[in-house]
């Protein structure tokens, strides 16, 4: 089962969307490293919410 949650860019504050398998929540710090578009960079993710 595939799992929306809308992740926030700590650096810019821009949303967006990921669809993944895992829960999210289970990490420790509940962010994610990842690629940011805007900041044109890897940063940090804050995990905001799922949506089903």
Not at 11 to 19: K, N
Not at 24 to 50: A, D, G, I, M
Request: charged content about 30%; overall charge positive.
């Amino acid at each position: 089962m595939v799992t929306r949650w809308l992740l926030r860019c700590v650096e810019c504050g821009r949303t967006w969307y990921l669809e993944v398998s895992f829960d999210l929540t289970k990490l420790s710090s509940r962010r994610l490293y990842h690629f940011c578009p805007h900041c044109r960079r890897n940063t940090f993710h804050e995990v905001v919410t799922r949506e089903d």
